[in-house]
């Protein structure tokens, strides 16, 4: 079988299966299998597919068909301006998160050193991000999960920032290390009820830990509002991802810690996705 051959019947057996992006996910699963980009399979549509090639490609394609996310089954995931190895341990990163990163840089552009905190590293793409832009600011992480942790080293490695970067294996209650000019966190925050009706190659695959708010959607991140008044300093700055109908309960929680509320940023779907606070 040819190149173009398994990828028509892959597409056919996506498309069965209700994947939108049946055609890309064929062309990037294939890549993957034969270890070359796109456009290499693009331009070798008559090249000949062995048997070895072919059943991987299959496998993947039954495991997509599964609603199971191609960042996991390509094991890595392109954020900001950087590539970032990805595993079903930590949530895939996503666009609307970058928002976190634009209000950073534009906030510190006259910085020249910053102690950052990311509470729920995942697989680092925030903090190390901030980090990749910023040469001279250090960076501490910390996240419940010891799969998530050394995701993060790795992806650490993979930027050369290593150096300026630290994490923990710790739940946000018992973390007491630092104090810090900013804090940023992507805490859960679907409300418990709510997950069931999530897509199902998000509710499905993705981490439950990372997703489950609570009952009330807030409970994750009221630890991290309290944890934040302890360990930002006076005039420091904590930028939470929240969900889009949250916005009136975090800023209440927030005012509560002796946060003042900067603003509420949108992401490109003109949603509420992020408050900007100062602490006092």
Sequence with gaps: MNI???????????????????????????????????????????????????????????????????????GKKDFWKYEFYISDAALIPRPETEIIIEETLRIFRHKKKLNVLEIGIGSGCILLSILKEKKNFNGVGIDISKKCVELSKINALKLNINHRVKFFKSDVDNFLYGKYDLIISNPPYIKKHDLKYLELDVAKYEPRLALDGGIDGVS???????????????????????????VNKVKKILNKKGFYINKVLKDLGKNDRCILSTKL
């Design 220 to 246: 994750e991140i009221i630890k991290v509002v309290d944890k934040s008044s302890k360990l930002v300093k006076k005039g420091g700055k904590l930028i939470l991802e929240i969900n889009f109908n949250q």
């Design 4 to 74: 173009q051959s398994a990828l028509l019947e892959a597409n056919k057996i996506l498309a069965k299966n209700n994947i939108k992006s049946s055609k890309l996910d064929s062309e990037i699963l294939l890549s993957k299998v034969l270890e070359k980009d796109r456009k290499f399979i693009i331009l070798n549509l008559d090249k000949f597919l062995d048997n070895i090639h072919y059943r991987k490609f299959k496998n993947l394609i039954s495991q997509r068909s599964s609603r199971k996310p191609i960042a996991y089954l390509v």
